[in-house]
């Protein structure tokens, strides 16, 4: 069980998540398929807003008060269950083998990353793919 404010969030060994006002009288969404196995773990992110909840073979993240799963599912690639946490940015997988994983979770630091790495869009390569909104230098914006 975790708790975030008003809300709290249950995983079952069927593999849902249900999510609770924090007396847990009453559910604030139907249950929510997760995982084709138990739920072993609920992680929260500390800044707050998503948390993980983790099954034997992948991660799924979740928004709290959206009720939803954000982005697609993390497949883990052990038969051991890792050791799941997050850091301010980051997602952390630490297997029994000794390797660690580190998947960047916070759209600022994300967005950080990829203008450091790839730089911005130029012009004409806005324009294939997003014709639909006028040219921004996004990593200008973001101070990349």
């Known amino acids: 069980m975790l ?6 969030v249950t995983g079952d060994v069927s593999g849902r998540v249900t999510f609770w006002n924090a007396g847990l009288r009453e559910r604030l969404a139907p249950p929510r398929i997760a995982h084709a196995s ?4 609920l992680v929260p992110y500390p800044p707050g807003g998503m948390f993980a909840s ?9 928004e709290w008060h959206g009720y939803r799963r954000l982005g697609s599912d993390i497949e883990l690639t052990s038969d051991l269950v890792p050791i799941v946490a ?3 940015t980051s997602l952390l ?6 390797r660690l994983v580190e998947i960047t979770v916070d759209p600022d630091a994300a967005a950080g990353a990829i203008c450091a790495r790839n730089g ?5 390569q806005w324009r294939i793919h997003i014709p ?10 973001r101070g990349g």
């Not at 138990?38 to 773990?41: E, G, K, L, P, W």
């Not at 997988?93 to 000794?98: E, V």
Request: proline residues 7%.
């Open 86 to 88: 997050f850091n301010r």
């Open 93 to 98: 997988i630490s297997y029994p083998d000794g």
């Open 38 to 41: 138990s739920v072993t773990a």
């Open 132 to 141: 639909e909104l006028p040219y921004m230098d996004t990593c200008a914006v």
């Open 120 to 124: 911005a869009l130029s012009p004409a």
């Open 54 to 62: 983790v099954s034997a073979d992948e991660i799924s993240l979740w």
């Open 3 to 8: 708790f975030s404010g008003d809300t709290a």
